[in-house]
């Protein structure tokens, strides 16, 4: 909750918003407002979801049947790395902290803008000239590596992995930059009254999210310059036939690519505690325990990455303790997802657009995360390593996960961005196919890991054949639902759709508290917070029971 | 941390050097300082991870990073060591001239820019140095990975030294690029000190400046024991 | 199925090996005695998964359900914020539950890795994009893309590879295991069930990584070292052409993984239709492709490199004699 001078009127301010409050190409390109480098990410990962989308449609495709036939062998290997590195690196590591953190972050602490407005422009413009890198690939020869870039494969490849690998390590230095950005900001900028205690969750998620930045991608970095170096001057680090250990690579690449996952996943979680909420006007179950357990993961997810080595010939040992500390960081998961349906009860529910995506995630999510349970037992890695299996589980973290969660968030927050409401029928259609073309595409895909279907492969044995189409089916069903989520969006931006108003979900956190779309500089006053972002003035304080 | 942001308006109503998104000078100078020292962190641990390369590869062959490291010139690196030490002092001076400097004060800002001179100078001595001793390395063909010719010029090292020599070049060459981009910072916070912008009311950019230049400092100081000093 | 009709393709490389299983949604089956108490595990997780999942979508679509929102606008929300019991119960039950998985796990694998001392021994080297399978017991017995074990006895392969890094996998068994060059990787597995069962390749590896499958035959302990013997016998039978012997050579030797005999260039150029005519070297040089030249291809593949590509075939010196080696070269010029 929040004070605010009464005198002046949200929904007809006196400034313009920060479109109309300068005009041109060069505001755009040039701007240091944190609005609309969140606006301008926002279109970016976007359009890269939507490129990344189209390969992996693609891929499905050509896995219609057992044979291979509809491509080619090595452009079915570039489809894949493609769709995983585009995926990886270009959307859904910056997709939450870039578009949504960049734009609301400043907001929800009542503040003007990030801290350092122009380093934020700079990270946006590093992290174009990476995605120009690597798009490059595709016409300098494809890479076909997959977004691992195990060595010797990635040293030896005829390929553009070179370039992909410095691509990477330019994304890297974006992800870096908006990491410290955010931490500064949340460390130094919040409005006065806004303690640890009142800020919003999605503060809280962004806020662990940029500290992993900070922490793992430095690692990432040196290690895609090593491969890069190994490719042009073969200093023979990863190389055995030089006198180095390809297994090493392993390790240095998932040290920063597990706690990646979580850079992914943590701002969904965010988005999730938001949702749930404001759409059922309840105070947030265990606010303590979901921003105290967010940093708890970013810390264990440190000691996991051997999980993903556990057939690579490390030792028995190793093996066991990463098998031990995986299982570990699956108790702060869980206390999460026990908190957001507790959330739920007793509350007053209302079923729109971003509920329905908020309610989706709790069953995908659920299903991702205990089937990583299976992968972390070590016992059973060992036959579901490399297999469909981890795809599906992959999936649904990231895609049932973080991209069901930001689309949510999207939905949620459209009217605040563009100051309109989307619309309403469409954008439940869209949900109910997407969710039902996600868990057919990868629901299936668990079978088929557990009969063995080894992953990365074109062409397959005839017995997989009935479940791989059905999967196929599936992503075609996803990708419809996608199409029409899009077009209800886009609705919101015909000159009729209807107008949204400061505060449309009555919310109570501080972004609400400004028109919409925000004026230049946020807030006419600095806003005083005074309590609670989940107070909500339905919460029943007469002291009744439900 | 929380009670900067309640930090009362002491300082810097007037202070034209605050950007509109802070509120205060305080503010906006702590904003930069941990900023910069979050940075900092993101080198190390960038460092980190060649120096555990470093120490996996004397895992493995602890007798050919023995005899390789022999090649290694001791008094160059030294001499380097000792003007990067004094270069930090210069550093340090430099700070603490903006820090106590009145603003608008020609003899003030001169005193930077003494400092800053000298620190610049100190990273030329060192780039200096670094060239000769790469020159000697690329004549005798002690080159990273598979452009190794040493043997072919006669010097003969146990073992598999291409990879020792290709994790001392990426390693002292990351480190001559920072030491690059550190002389370049130094030139612009030159130029904005003749400007007369630092003083005691805003010298975060010349303290700033001084961490990254520490930083670069102590890399080496890391450096030159375990790549030149083995034994 | 009948978009299968609908989209017609080649015929897939068939390995010929009878599926696994009836059903995509049945339990694979288990070949060896591991792979039965895998099993346990995989059956208790899922059990545990799916008991939280239910009792956790229960509550949530129950409150769903509960606590929509009336039409007339909203009615009071509890004021619960948080409750430490409820808290502590639903980490600490989570928390022993996966402490219990974790000690299963561990135990299992810990067996899993070590194998018993009178483990028969086999080596199997990976190369893009075949298996070589050497039983260094059995003179000769070095098959390609093909692993003959027997039921009963424990059998130890040791992994390694010639080129980047492929992963021996054999769904049945629930086993699989990195091949690392430069490395020797190991693992251990008693078959219990006869039959013919896939292998795959389970490590990314390039272009072909799709078919670096092969097969395992699990044989009854008493027909064993027959069917070794079998395999690894390679001489001209009674009655055979030559033609045809080189042909048997061939599917032994793997050629085929790198040489196509349908014009196609692989890892190899094709041998289609190639005895007589030159052959252009990475010099630049041309050579006469004759007899001479193709048992020298197959003996010292480096010694000429074809020009376009890198000098990757094995040497199959000590591998072939004289005579499997005429068979080879009456088999390639048969291919006009
Ligand atoms: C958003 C990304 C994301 C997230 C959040 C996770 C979350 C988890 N992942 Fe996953 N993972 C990936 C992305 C992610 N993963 C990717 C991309 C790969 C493959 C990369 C590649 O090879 O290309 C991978 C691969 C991977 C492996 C390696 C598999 C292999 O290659 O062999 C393992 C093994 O341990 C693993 C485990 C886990 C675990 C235990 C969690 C846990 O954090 C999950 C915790 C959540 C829950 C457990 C659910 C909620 C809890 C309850 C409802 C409580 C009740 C449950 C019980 C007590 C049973 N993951
Ligand atoms: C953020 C992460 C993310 C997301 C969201 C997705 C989304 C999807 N992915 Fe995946 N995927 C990865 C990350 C991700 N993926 C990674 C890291 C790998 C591993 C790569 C590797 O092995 O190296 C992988 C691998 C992978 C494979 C395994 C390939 C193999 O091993 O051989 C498959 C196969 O089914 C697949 C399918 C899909 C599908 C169908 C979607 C769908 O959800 C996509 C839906 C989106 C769209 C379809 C775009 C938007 C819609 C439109 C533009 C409508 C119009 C378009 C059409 C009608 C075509 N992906
Ligand atoms: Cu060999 Cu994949
Ligand atoms: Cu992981």
């Known amino acids: 909750m929040s004070e605010q001078p009464a005198s002046y009127d949200l929904e007809n301010p006196s400034e313009p918003n920060f479109y109309k409050a300068q005009k041109g190409l060069k505001s755009w390109l040039f701007t240091v407002d944190h609005k609309r480098l969140g606006v301008m990410y926002l279109a970016s990962v976007i359009l890269f979801f939507f490129v990344a989308g189209f390969l992996a449609i693609a891929l499905r495709t050509e896995l219609l049947t ?70 490059c690939t595709l016409v300098l020869g494809g890479l076909d590596t997959g977004w691992t870039f195990y060595t010797p494969y990635s040293t030896s490849t005829g390929t553009a992995a070179g370039l992909a690998a410095l691509g990477v390590f330019v994304a890297g230095f974006s992800s870096i930059l908006t990491g410290l950005n955010f931490v500064v900001t949340v460390h130094r900028m919040r409005a006065p009254g806004q303690t640890w205690d009142r800020m919003p969750l999605f503060v809280w998620a962004i806020y662990a999210t940029a500290v992993i930045q900070i922490l793992a991608t430095p690692v990432l970095a040196i290690t895609v310059l090593l491969v890069f170096i190994e490719r042009f001057l073969g200093i023979g680090i990863f190389d055995p036939a030089m006198g180095g250990d390809p297994v090493l690579f392993q390790h240095f690449f998932w040290f920063y690519s597990h706690p990646a996952v979580y850079i992914m996943i943590l701002p969904g979680f965010g988005i999730i505690s938001e949702i749930l909420t404001v759409h059922s006007r309840k105070h947030v179950f265990g606010y303590k325990a979901i921003a105290l357990s967010s940093v708890a993961i970013a810390i264990i997810s440190f000691l996991v990455w051997g999980h993903h080595l556990f057939v690579s010939g490390q030792s028995e040992l190793v093996g066991v303790i990463f098998s031990f500390l995986t299982f570990a960081v699956a108790v702060p998961t869980a206390i999460k997802v026990f908190s957001w349906v507790a959330t ?16 989706m995630f709790l069953w995908t999510f659920t299903i991702g995360g205990v089937t990583g349970l299976y ?71 668990f079978f088929l890991g557990h009969q063995g279907m080894p992953r990365r492969y074109f062409a397959y044995l005839p017995e997989y054949t009935t479940m791989h189409q059905i999967s196929t089916v599936g992503s075609y069903i996803l990708a419809s639902g996608l199409l029409i989520a899009g077009f209800s969006l886009a609705m919101a931006f015909r000159k009729s759709a209807p107008k949204a108003g400061s505060n449309p979900w009555g919310a109570v956190s501080l972004e609400w508290k400004t028109s919409s779309p925000p004026i230049e500089h946020n807030f006419h006053d600095t806003p005083h917070v005074t309590g609670s972002p989940y107070d909500f003035p339905e919460i029943d304080k007469s002291g009744r029971t439900h | 941390m929380s009670d900067s942001t309640h930090a009362a308006h002491t300082d810097g109503e007037h202070n034209p050097y605050v950007a509109h998104h802070f509120d205060n000078m305080g503010q906006q100078a702590g904003a930069a300082k941990l900023g910069m020292w979050l940075f900092l962190a993101t080198e190390l641990l960038m460092f980190s991870g060649l120096f555990l390369a470093y120490f ?109 020599f290709g994790i001392y070049f990426i390693m002292t060459g990351l480190h001559g690029v920072h030491v690059l981009v550190g002389m370049g910072i130094m030139i612009w916070i030159y130029l904005r000190a003749s400007r007369g912008e630092f003083s005691h009311q805003n010298y975060a950019g010349v303290e700033n400046t001084g961490l990254y230049w520490h930083l670069v400092d102590l890399v080496w100081i890391f450096l030159f024991p375990l790549l030149y000093l083995v034994k | 199925m009948i978009l299968n009709l609908l989209l017609l393709g080649p015929d897939p490389a068939l390995l010929g090996t009878p599926p696994m299983s009836e059903s995509p949604f049945s339990l694979l089956p288990a070949a060896s005695t591991n792979a039965q108490e895998i099993d346990d595990v995989y059956i208790f997780i899922t059990a545990l998964c799916v008991i939280s999942f239910v009792i956790l979508m229960g509550a949530q679509i129950y409150f769903m359900l509960k606590y929509k929102k009336p039409k007339a606008g909203h009615r009071k929300t509890s004021p619960l914020t948080h409750s430490g019991k409820l808290e502590f119960w639903w980490s600490f039950i989570p928390a022993i539950l996966l402490l219990i998985l974790f000690g299963w796990g561990e135990t299992l694998y810990m067996k899993m890795m070590s194998p018993p001392d009178d483990a028969i021994s086999i080596r199997v080297t990976g190369q893009k994009w075949f298996w070589t399978v050497e039983y260094p017991d059995t003179a000769g017995a070095i098959l390609t893309d093909e692993l003959i074990v027997p039921v009963g006895i424990p059998v130890r392969l040791t992994l390694t590879s010639n080129d980047v890094i492929h992963s021996f996998f054999i769904p049945v068994f629930r086993l699989k295991k990195d091949a690392v060059p430069g490395r020797y990787t190991n693992m251990w597995f008693e078959a219990t069930t006869p039959g013919v069962y896939p292998i795959f390749c389970a490590e990314y590896c390039g272009d072909q990584h799709s078919s670096m499958i092969g097969k395992v035959h699990v044989v009854p302990r008493e027909e064993y070292q027959a069917k070794l013997d079998e395999a690894a016998r390679l001489v001209q039978d009674e009655g055979e052409s030559m033609v045809d012997f080189g042909k048997r050579v061939w599917d032994r030797g793997g050629c085929a993984s790198c040489h196509s005999l349908d014009g196609t260039t692989k890892t190899g150029p094709s041998l289609k239709g190639k005895y007589g005519t030159n052959e252009t070297l990475v010099d630049g040089s041309t050579i006469a492709i004759d007899d001479n030249y193709i048992r020298e291809s197959i003996l010292e593949p480096n010694a000429k490199v074809v020009q376009g590509f890198t000098p990757q075939m094995p040497s199959f010196a000590g591998r072939f004699d004289d005579k499997a080696i005429a068979g080879l070269i009456e088999f390639i010029k048969s291919n006009k």
């Open chain 1, 375 to 445: 992968l972390s037992t070590i016992s059973v890695d060992v036959h579901l390593h490399d297999t469909y299996f981890v795809v599906a589980h992959f999936h649904y973290v990231m895609m049932g996960g973080l991209v069901i969660a930001f689309i949510g968030g999207v939905f949620h927050w459209w009217p605040k961005i563009t100051g309109r409401f989307y619309h309403e029928a469409s954008g439940k259609l869209g949900a109910l196919l997407v969710f039902i073309g996600f868990n057919v595409t990868f629901g299936t895909q």
């Open chain 1, 66 to 135: 057992p044979a291979q036939d509809f491509v080619s062998a090595s452009t079915y290997n570039q489809l894949f790395t493609l769709h995983g590195a585009i995926m990886t690196f270009l959307f859904i590591i910056p997709a939450t902290p870039g578009a949504l953190g960049n734009f609301l972050l400043p907001l929800m602490l009542g503040a003007k803008d990030v801290a350092f407005p122009r380093l934020n422009l700079l990270s946006f413009w590093i992290y174009s000239a990476a995605a120009v890198m690597l798009l």
């Open chain 1, 344 to 359: 739920l009860y007793g509350g007053s529910i209302v079923y729109n657009t971003p509920m329905w995506y908020g309610l």
């Open chain 2, 56 to 164: 996996i590869c004397r895992m493995w062959y602890p007798d050919m990073v023995l005899g390789a490291h022999e090649y290694l010139s001791k008094t160059a690196g030294g001499i380097n060591t000792c003007v990067l030490l004094f270069s930090s002092w210069t550093m340090a001076m430099a700070v603490r001239s903006a820090q106590v400097g009145k603003p608008g004060s020609k003899e003030d800002a001169a005193k930077i820019k003494k400092y800053l001179l000298l620190t610049l100078l100190c990273a030329g001595v060192f780039l200096v140095v670094k060239y000769f001793e790469y020159s000697a390395k690329f004549e005798h063909g002690m080159l990273p990975g598979k452009f190794y010719t040493a043997h072919l010029h006669g010097y003969e090292i146990e073992g598999l030294p291409h990879i020792f």
